[in-house]
């Protein structure tokens, strides 16, 4: 097999108050395209900004890196081509679409024949958490957590009567940065408040009883820390609720922010973008189909 492409989902994470465990998988997909080469060099080519390539290279560089070094084999060289429509430092897991997608298309290429656990664990690794590899890797809505070194997933899927009112701002909004405004330690009272969030989010999802969630995104672990950086995170989210959305949260670590919503998604995507007209929104479908490989 000389040529693939791997198709991965984009996700959200956190879902509120479900930090580094919870994802959902949406309608927005990175096709990632691998050909063998005769030499050890690796080619890139996308339609990545200029600005944004060298961070894309990196995590090209880093997925080959930690794949050929697990499966023990010589590397050999590729050229790689980068497509889609996931946008890059928005909170939709542009991260995880790239790296689970390098690592399935060197599977195949190399026949190393890794488990669907295994790759799911190696994705978990570069990002440092579940919460966007299970989505990418696997679809649906996931429960996802490390437990004795290696990458434990739930899966449920989700019916596509839940849209996903997405409002993406013109500007990023890296990981790491979000993650320094967050406090080392919680009250009591705050940590018992995400337990029960996220919890409730999870029966909520398993049950597709999707009005449950209404009341449920409250989230006081990460996102009043990092609205200094997203401003309008909560009258974008008010305004989609009025307008009829269940409810809503920061996708990620921002800046997207997403509001769900069983009906009027066209009412809320408008309500949403009045209050942040510099946007764009789309409202996309739950994605239950995970990463995709097909030989070229």
Not at 223 to 250: H, K, N, S
Request: charged share 20%.
């Amino acid at each position: 097999m000389q040529s693939v492409a791997a198709t991965v989902p984009c996700s959200t994470s956190n879902l509120g108050s479900g930090f580094d465990t919870l994802g959902l998988a949406l309608a927005l997909h990175t096709r990632v395209t691998l050909t063998r080469r005769r030499h050890s060099a690796i080619g890139i080519s996308s339609q990545i900004e200029a600005a944004d390539k060298p961070a894309a290279e990196a995590l090209v560089r880093e997925a080959t890196d930690l794949f050929f070094q697990h499966v023990r084999m010589k590397p050999f060289g590729f050229d790689v081509a980068v497509k889609g429509n996931v946008p890059i430092a928005r909170g939709l897991g542009y991260s995880s679409t790239l790296r689970a997608g390098i690592i399935a298309g060197l599977d195949h290429l190399s026949a190393a024949k890794l488990t669907g656990e295994t790759l799911l664990h190696l994705v978990t690794q570069l990002e440092g958490h579940p919460d966007n590899a299970s989505p990418a890797v696997l679809g649906g809505f996931t429960v996802s957590g490390i437990v004795d070194k290696n990458t434990r997933c739930s899966r449920f899927d989700v019916d596509p009567t839940l849209k996903a009112v997405t409002l993406i701002p013109n500007f990023q909004v890296r990981t790491s940065a979000a993650r320094k405004l967050m406090p080392k330690e919680f009250s009591r009272a705050d940590a018992a408040h995400a337990l029960n969030r996220s919890a409730l989010i999870v029966a909520a999802f398993a049950a597709k009883d999707y009005e449950a969630l209404s009341g449920v995104f409250d989230d006081r672990f990460h996102q009043p820390y990092r609205a200094r950086l997203v401003p309008q995170l909560d009258r974008v989210i008010r305004a989609g609720v009025t307008a009829g959305a269940i409810g809503g949260f920061l996708s990620g670590s921002g800046s997207s922010i997403i509001c769900v919503t069983l009906r009027n998604s066209a009412k809320v995507a408008t309500a949403m973008q009045s209050e942040l007209p510099d946007s764009e929104v789309v409202v996309l479908n739950p994605e239950n189909r995970g990463l995709r490989v097909e030989a070229l």
